[in-house]
């Protein structure tokens, strides 16, 4: 890929017809308006009915434009507030008004989709014999907002959302789409929870131990509660390490690229600073993909610059980290490899045992154990205790079908930076993924999970567009394709 230009294939048809101008900055607006009135009201019933008379309004006036609602969709996942007492995913309201008012979205979807799909559909029957107990109806509604947030959502929903993005052609915007919507949004907050919010939990995190109960820490930001717990945000930063870097590397106008940097060094520093090993390597795992991707389709000597260049900024963001920081990450060190703590294998050990003795699923479940209830930190072996072996199948088969979707993308078939590089983000993302389940749990904030499956199935579906020639400028027009098109 030294030259895209010698690689295009013919334009195909406009599938998509793009939309400029106002209408993504007013969905941009209206996403951001969502964030700021979200932590300011906190979990306030003017919000709820706010947010549900606005999506259903918006879904329906901007069916003819699908990139800005995906715009305001995407913005909408970093909301940090769940909604209602049964707390549903900002970004899945949307998604869930779409497929109701069109349906044959659902079978539109990649077709290997539908396997995971189904597995974890017969997992949830099998599993209905134990959680389809005393209070019947209370039962119901609590594993059907399990399973809306933590099924529906990255199995049907989200790629639902997304499915568009496959028939567009102005990469460009896509990218945008994915640095302004998905990575910086998230990267906001969390810094801004971390530089001006109020620690609230102090006390409880001190009981850890001295020296490690910054891993612990909760902030009050506005009238919100953002989790800085390392085994919940250690997911997210690495997921937005991972994407920020595959931009800031990338062939891409240079705001972009300086945009992204910025947001590499905070995600790097927040990384950091929760002291989580297992997302670290994670992070790792994810920009060591990148690199070897990005090795394969362009100029060896461009590449490891850019590798030199981000190794320049972690080591720097080390270096200027306050002394607490690292003193921390010591202590950490010696709790996780010198001492070699084994708390994972006991928590595996917990939840085998609960697979074991209900291989058929207990239902969705957040925690493990009979009288102790605890985080399995592991999602693999959490869907599997959730909804049985079959269930756990389809987890295992969504995160690995995504990986292989993403390495098997041929040198050739993306012709175009911005292309390259949303999928390039996609595949630093889901690899961190596939690592980080095997040690933590992202299914604990609903914030913090889909975000990620939003950025990768907004890059999965833009890299499937990605083999389609880009439009030239002179060629976008206003107006749009229908969603029910």
């Known amino acids: 890929?030294?030259?895209?230009?010698?690689?295009?294939?013919?334009?195909?048809?406009?599938?998509?017809?793009?939309?400029?101008?106002?209408?993504?900055?007013?969905?941009?607006?209206?996403?951001?308006?969502?964030?700021?009135?979200?932590?300011?009201?906190?979990?306030?019933?003017?919000?709820?009915g706010s947010i549900l008379i606005i999506s259903v309004l918006i879904t329906l006036l901007w069916r003819n434009a699908p990139r800005p609602w995906i715009f305001l969709v995407s913005i909408a996942a970093a909301t940090p507030i769940a909604l209602t007492q049964q707390k549903f995913a900002c970004n899945l309201v949307f998604a869930f008004w779409l497929v109701f008012f069109n349906t044959r979205y659902l079978f539109r979807l990649p077709k290997w989709l539908y396997v995971p799909t189904a597995l974890v559909v017969f997992g949830i029957f099998t599993s209905?014999?134990?959680?389809?107990?005393?209070?019947?109806?209370?039962?119901?509604?609590?594993?059907?907002?399990?399973?809306?947030?933590?099924?529906?959502?990255?199995?049907?929903?989200?790629?639902?959302?997304?499915?568009?993005?496959?028939?567009?052609?102005d990469h460009?915007?896509?990218?945008?789409?994915?640095?302004?919507?998905?990575?910086?949004?998230?990267?906001?907050?969390?810094?801004?929870?971390?530089?001006?919010?109020?620690?609230?939990?102090?006390?409880?995190?001190?009981?850890?131990?001295?020296?490690?109960?910054?891993?612990?820490?909760?902030?009050?930001?506005?009238?919100?509660?953002?989790?800085?717990?390392?085994?919940?945000v250690g997911f997210i930063l690495a997921a937005l390490v991972?994407?920020?870097?595959a931009?800031?590397?990338?062939?891409?106008?240079g705001l972009y690229r300086l945009t992204a940097a910025a947001c590499l060094v905070l995600n790097a520093f927040l990384l950091l600073s929760t002291g989580s090993f297992g997302s670290g390597f994670a992070c790792l795992c994810g920009l060591t993909a990148i690199f070897i991707t990005h090795f394969r389709m362009v100029n060896i000597v461009r590449v490891l610059v850019s590798a030199a260049a981000v190794c320049s900024i972690l080591l720097i963001t080390y270096y200027v980290a306050p002394s607490t920081t690292k003193e921390y990450l010591k202590k950490r060190y010696e709790h996780r490899v010198t001492k070699a703590n084994d708390d994972r294998l006991v928590l595996w050990e917990i939840g085998v045992d609960q697979l074991l003795r209900h291989p058929e699923g207990i239902g969705l479940s957040l925690s493990v154990g009979d009288k102790n209830k605890t985080f399995v930190h592991n999602d693999y072996l959490a869907y599997a205790?959730?909804?049985?072996?079959?269930?756990?199948?389809?987890?295992?088969?969504?995160?690995?079908?995504?990986?292989?979707?993403?390495?098997h993308v041929r040198r050739t078939a993306i012709n175009d930076h911005s292309a390259l590089a949303i999928h390039l983000a996609g595949l630093g993302v889901i690899t961190a993924v596939a690592v980080n389940s095997m040690t933590d749990h992202m299914n604990a904030n609903r914030w913090y999970f889909n975000v990620m499956w939003s950025i990768i199935w907004?890059?999965?579906?833009?890299?499937?567009a990605g083999a389609k020639r880009p439009?030239?400028?002179?060629?976008?027009?206003?107006?749009?394709?229908?969603?029910?098109?």
């Not at 991972?242 to 870097?245: G, I, L």
């Not at 931009?247 to 106008?253: D, E, H, L, R």
């Open 458 to 464: 907004y890059s999965y579906f833009c890299s499937r």
């Open 128 to 169: 209905s014999i134990n959680w389809m107990s005393g209070d019947v109806i209370r039962s119901v509604i609590r594993q059907g907002t399990f399973a809306f947030n933590f099924f529906l959502g990255p199995f049907l929903l989200l790629p639902a959302v997304y499915l568009k993005l496959r028939d567009s052609r």
């Open 247 to 253: 931009v800031a590397v990338s062939q891409v106008k």
């Open 1 to 48: 890929m030294n030259d895209f230009a010698n690689t295009l294939p013919l334009a195909p048809g406009v599938d998509f017809r793009e939309v400029r101008g106002r209408a993504s900055l007013a969905a941009i607006f209206l996403g951001f308006a969502i964030i700021a009135a979200s932590v300011a009201l906190g979990n306030s019933y003017v919000l709820y």
């Open 172 to 232: 460009a915007a896509d990218l945008r789409g994915l640095l302004f919507c998905l990575i910086v949004p998230s990267t906001l907050l969390l810094i801004s929870a971390n530089l001006f919010g109020t620690v609230i939990n102090e006390w409880e995190a001190s009981l850890h131990g001295q020296g490690i109960s910054d891993g612990f820490i909760n902030y009050r930001l506005g009238r919100v509660v953002v989790s800085f717990m390392r085994t919940e």
């Open 385 to 407: 205790v959730s909804y049985g072996f079959i269930g756990g199948l389809g987890y295992a088969a969504l995160v690995f079908g995504l990986l292989i979707s993403f390495f």
């Open 471 to 485: 439009i030239p400028n002179g060629e976008r027009q206003e107006g749009g394709v229908s969603f029910s098109g």
């Open 242 to 245: 991972c994407s920020s870097c």
